[in-house]
């Protein structure tokens, strides 16, 4: 049984638009400003309140990529998780992720790096994927030992955490130590039930997935591996945590890439989150439920890392 608590965010997030005096959904277009998307995105950030205390950043320009290392307290230097941040790949920066991702930083006691890769429609495929495994490499050149990376994103980095470990993959990059992707955009398509039946159920705005998938694929193939890693050779990819929440229009998003890759021989887990929205576990401690997933993937990341619990 859902948490009261769970019951009330859930309202709250699901129904965004009430509280900002407007009856009805927003619907996006190709009309809809993409800047003032962005600025809203930053403004929302703003409320979850900044990065805690315990915990040191450091800027870096790494390879022209604005990046910053999020390290707390006790964390081991030899051990990493790259973060990628979502957005729909039109917005999203380090700015309006460090509160969220700090709190991921304490709770799995491990430093994260945030990039802020390319982001269409200015940049699209294959800027973001581009600067994902530059970023990689640089790590595995500056001392880091692929075995003690994890990849981790949600939403749209979730697609492209793993639209990167198949990048990687191609190019015969060691792979990093495992992944995680949190509610995953991995059919850019956008052709799975979940997109019609869960659209007006979301904090999504109406049609807002099917207006990045355009300006992010622009005149690519939607079914380039690289862009919806659902369409790719999954075989030989590390092991993998998936946690999709079920009233999300990318479930199925996250469901089908478990089932091919289980198929295809991956070591992957799947957990769908009755009832939940998208990306909750990043409302840990919010409530029950989103704390119990995030205590989920942080016992899965530090299994992956060899570090006590």
């Known amino acids: 049984m859902r948490s009261f608590k769970s019951k009330i965010f859930n309202f709250m997030i699901r129904n965004g638009h009430l509280f900002r005096g407007q009856l009805k959904k927003e619907v996006f277009d190709f009309n809809t400003s993409i800047p003032a998307f962005r600025e809203r995105c930053e403004e929302g950030a703003r409320r979850f309140g900044s ?10 320009l790494i390879e022209g990529t604005n990046s ?34 700090s709190k991921f930083a304490i709770a799995t006691g491990v430093t994260n790096l945030l990039y802020e890769y390319r982001l269409a429609p200015e940049n699209p495929f294959p800027a973001a994927v581009e600067d994902s495994v530059k970023v990689y490499k640089y ?3 500056n001392g880091y030992d692929s075995q003690k990376i994890i990849i981790a994103g949600e939403s749209a980095g979730g697609g492209l955490c793993l639209a990167t470990l198949l990048a990687l993959k191609q190019d015969n990059i060691p792979l990093p130590a495992a992944a995680v992707a949190i509610s995953p955009w991995t059919d850019l398509t956008c052709s799975s039930d979940s997109y019609k039946t869960k659209n007006n159920v979301s904090p999504a705005p109406i049609d807002s997935w099917a207006v990045f998938s355009k300006y992010y694929a622009a005149e690519n193939e939607m079914t380039n ?10 075989s030989g990819l590390p092991p993998i945590y998936i946690n999709s929440g079920v009233d999300d229009e990318l479930f199925e998003d996250g ?8 198929i295809e021989g991956v070591d992957i887990i799947f957990k769908a989150g009755e009832g939940m929205l998208h990306c909750y576990p990043l409302l840990a401690p919010m409530f029950p439920e989103a704390t119990d ?11 992956h890392l060899n570090l006590s619990s």
């Open 51 to 60: 990065a805690p205390k315990d915990i040191t950043i450091k800027n870096e």
């Open 139 to 141: 790590l595995l050149t």
């Open 68 to 101: 910053e290392w999020l390290i707390p307290k006790g964390a081991p230097s030899d051990k990493l998780i790259m973060y990628v941040h979502g957005g729909g790949y039109v917005s999203g920066s380090c700015n309006d992720h460090r509160g969220l991702i």
């Open 225 to 234: 591996p690289l862009i919806s890693p659902l369409f790719g050779d999954l």
């Open 293 to 303: 997933a995030m205590n989920e993937i942080v016992s899965f990341i530090k299994k």
């Open 255 to 262: 469901e089908k890439f478990y089932l091919k890759a289980k």
